[in-house]
């Protein structure tokens, strides 16, 4: 079998010889050189789960899409999977919030309750769950705040761990952190493996890098959706979230001991 690469003759040569419409003439010559291939597979679908709802909610800034139940959760993991959808994505909304975010690292929080219902209902698809305490604290941060009022990273990363070992332990596939805290993809990874979840995968989740734009994924969790908390990563500085995501890339290879 022959991989087809037509690149280099279209780079050699110009118009007349080269005439790339002969490559979109048929549907089947389009297939054979396509690039990209999006299947429903490559897909992870979202989903809001809110504790002590009924039924379903509907999100004002993202038309069509709803908050849901626990149940109603796994209803529609259930229609994701029979779509040959790959995944889901949970966000929790809490029912009490505090300081801390206490609730991120219950066991019995919103998030691990919905991990287990739809892992026992549909084990083969995956749950990936997001991993940030903006949706647990009171005030609304990613992270603790120190008295200054300013976030405290480093302490913020124990709290993410923890975290994530309780969605890990309800029988999360991978754990999608979208804090934004410096190191916490390497805290996150280490906590796995010290917790014997070592082949549990950490996901880089970018919910809170677009910020300049408006974030249907910040009104869908939070009472308030139009705020920009400071750990947030503005979009004017693309250039300097390249060699972030390039050094969490290289947090999350970290290779189990
Ligand atoms: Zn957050």
Known sequence: MYAVNVSPILTAMAFPQTRLRRLRRTGALRDLVRETDLRASDLILPIFVVAGLD?????????????????????????????????????????AKDEEG????????????????????????????DLCLCEYTSHGHCGVLRDDGQVDNDATLELLAR????????????????DM????????????????????????NRRH?????????????????????PEQVPIPEVDGALP??????????????
């Open 244 to 257: 972030r995501a390039r050094r969490e890339v290289a947090e999350v290879s970290r290779p189990c001991e």
């Open 163 to 178: 975290a994530a070992i309780s969605q890990a332990r309800a029988g999360a596939d991978a754990i999608a952190p979208s």
């Open 102 to 129: 206490s609730q991120a690292w219950d066991d019995e929080g919103v998030v691990q309750l919905a991990t287990r219902a739809i892992k026992d209902a549909h084990p083969d698809l995956l749950v990936v769950s």
């Open 181 to 204: 805290m410096d190191g916490r993809v390497g805290a996150i990874r280490a906590a796995l493996d010290e917790e014997d979840f070592g082949a549990g995968n950490v996901l880089l």
């Open 55 to 95: 039924g379903r909610e509907s999100i004002g800034s993202m038309p069509g899409i709803d908050r849901l139940s626990i149940s109603a959760a796994v209803e529609e993991a259930g229609e994701a999977a029979a779509l040959g959808i790959s995944g889901v994505l949970l966000f929790g909304v809490p029912s």
């Open 209 to 229: 890098l677009p910020y300049a734009i408006p974030n249907p994924m910040l009104h869908s969790n939070f009472n308030d959706g139009n705020r920009n908390p």
